[in-house]
């Protein structure tokens, strides 16, 4: 005779197992991956595969996106999108995503492209040429068709860029919003290595380099700490009349700091960039002993050119003292290995701010701004 208490405990068992599996229940069964830096993307594990979650690396409530990558035929839990892994053929809407791709010797795999304007890759160009990969234009101009008929199994994508994510959520294609540029630590935008090596087919590989570059990162990091001063830095010029200074949590400002030196807007709260008026960085950075900013210039750039942008240039110390640092995105492929290599990053960085600690390094993506 079944007892009532066994009776109430049997019709819940059994009531569990015949609803569908939801998200919820498949993080519930694990704590999933730990990451050591990334705040933008949570990967645990599911029957048959992996629950990937996109969330706001500033306010991990937000979910952005929510993904069961299935290595089977195994049903995804209620509700969430299912993607085929390995990925073979990938929408990839950005020059700064193909870093993860190229790192991960996966570029194959990539059926279309926003633009090819900041890639120099000689296989991913090459792919270009053949046909392989095809280009769907820009946000706010997306070919649409032809991304459809491409049928990418993912597509990557900045969820924040005007008329690019959401026109693309009216396709039903699987997306995956890149959070990647929103983390604060270098670190962070680098550990995504390990979500693309899940989307890929790539995840021990991924876990490698990843465990490497972190290595070679906090042994330059540690060196840098050792520099008995820090100068004084600051970030950005002036654009269609402001001044976007990196904010005091951004990416920029972590490298500054591990590079062994002070940021002028260490202070400021900021993940992002804040917007203000020339006279507010000029308080700040009069007597700065470096300056960092980008060049999209063929050839080098000199203190007369940048002057000519804007002559108060001329009464900052670091200008002065031929201080500036510059990385010229027109030569330098920046844009698609920055994400992946911020140990060479931080490299340049401790070579000009402290060239007694790493007299042998020559600077790969930044240089100092000629007479």
């Not at 090819?116 to 890759?121: A, G, P, Q």
């Given at each position: 005779?079944i007892?009532?208490i066994?009776?109430f405990?049997l019709?819940?068992?059994?009531t569990?197992a015949?609803r569908p599996?939801?998200?919820?229940?498949?993080?519930?069964t694990?704590?999933?991956e730990?990451?050591?830096?990334?705040r933008g993307f949570r990967i645990?594990?599911?029957?048959g595969?992996?629950?990937l979650?996109i969330?706001?690396?500033?306010?991990?409530l937000?979910?952005?996106a929510?993904?069961a990558?299935?290595d089977d035929?195994?049903?995804p839990?209620a509700?969430?999108?299912?993607?085929?892994v390995?990925?073979r053929?990938?929408a990839?809407?950005?020059?700064?995503?193909?870093?993860?791709?190229i790192?991960l010797?996966?570029?194959?795999?990539?059926?279309?492209i926003?633009s090819?304007?900041?890639?120099?890759?000689a296989?991913?160009?090459?792919l270009i040429?053949?046909?392989?990969?095809?280009?769907v234009?820009?946000?706010?101009n997306?070919?649409?068709?032809?991304?459809l008929a491409?049928?990418?199994?993912?597509v990557l994508?900045s969820?924040?860029k005007?008329g690019g994510y959401?026109?693309?959520?009216?396709l039903?294609?699987?997306?995956?919003?890149?959070m990647a540029?929103?983390?604060?630590?270098?670190?962070?935008?680098a550990?995504?290595?390990k979500?693309?090596?899940c989307?890929v087919?790539?995840?021990p590989l991924?876990d490698?380099?990843?465990?490497n570059i972190?290595?070679?990162?906090?042994?330059?990091?540690?060196?840098?700490?050792t520099?008995?001063?820090r100068?004084?830095?600051?970030s950005g010029?002036?654009k269609?009349?402001?001044w976007?200074?990196?904010?005091g949590r951004?990416?920029?400002?972590h490298?500054?700091r591990?590079?062994?030196a002070?940021?002028?807007?260490?202070?400021?709260?900021n993940?992002?960039?804040?917007?203000?008026d020339?006279e507010?960085?000029?308080?700040?950075a009069?007597?700065a002993?470096?300056?960092?900013i980008y060049?999209?210039?063929?050839?080098?750039?000199t203190?007369?050119?940048l002057a000519?942008?804007?002559?108060?240039?001329?009464h900052f110390?670091a200008?002065?003292?031929?201080?500036?640092?510059?990385c010229n995105i027109?030569?330098k492929?920046?844009?698609?290995?920055?994400?992946?290599?911020?140990?060479?990053?931080l490299?340049d960085?401790?070579?000009?701010?402290h060239?007694?600690?790493l007299?042998a390094?020559?600077?790969?993506y930044?240089?100092?701004?000629?007479e």
């Open positions: 005779m007892r009532p066994h009776l405990i019709v819940i068992l059994i569990t015949c599996r939801t998200a919820a229940d498949a993080t519930q694990s704590q999933g730990t990451l050591q830096y990334a645990s594990p599911i029957e595969g992996k629950l979650r969330v706001d690396p500033g306010d991990s937000r979910v952005m929510t993904l990558l299935m035929d195994t049903p839990p509700g969430v999108t299912a993607v085929k390995p990925c053929r990938i990839c809407l950005s020059s700064t995503y193909m870093a993860y791709l790192e010797d996966a570029v194959d795999g990539v059926v279309a926003n090819s304007r900041h890639l120099m890759n296989k991913v160009n090459a040429h053949d046909g392989h990969i095809q280009k234009g820009k946000e706010g997306f070919n649409t068709e032809a991304l491409l049928a990418p199994d993912v994508v969820p924040f005007t959401e026109a693309l959520q009216q039903n294609l699987p997306l995956v919003p890149m540029y929103e983390e604060e630590h270098p670190l962070g935008r550990e995504w290595l979500m693309m090596g989307l087919g790539k995840k991924a490698s380099l990843f465990a972190a290595q070679q990162y906090d042994h330059l990091k540690q060196l840098a700490a520099a008995p001063h100068p004084s830095v600051f010029k002036m269609s009349g402001t976007y200074v990196p904010g951004s990416f920029y400002a490298y500054f591990d590079a062994g002070q940021y002028v807007f260490a202070d400021d709260d993940r992002g960039a804040t917007a203000v020339f507010i960085v000029y308080q700040r009069a007597k002993d470096f300056w960092r060049s999209n210039t063929p050839g080098d750039l203190r007369e050119q000519a942008e804007d002559a108060r240039y001329g110390n200008f002065e003292k031929g201080n500036v640092l510059y027109a030569e492929a920046y844009y698609e290995q920055g994400p992946v290599k911020p140990h060479v990053m490299a960085y401790i070579h000009f701010f060239p007694e600690l007299p390094h020559e600077p790969v930044y240089q100092r701004i000629q």
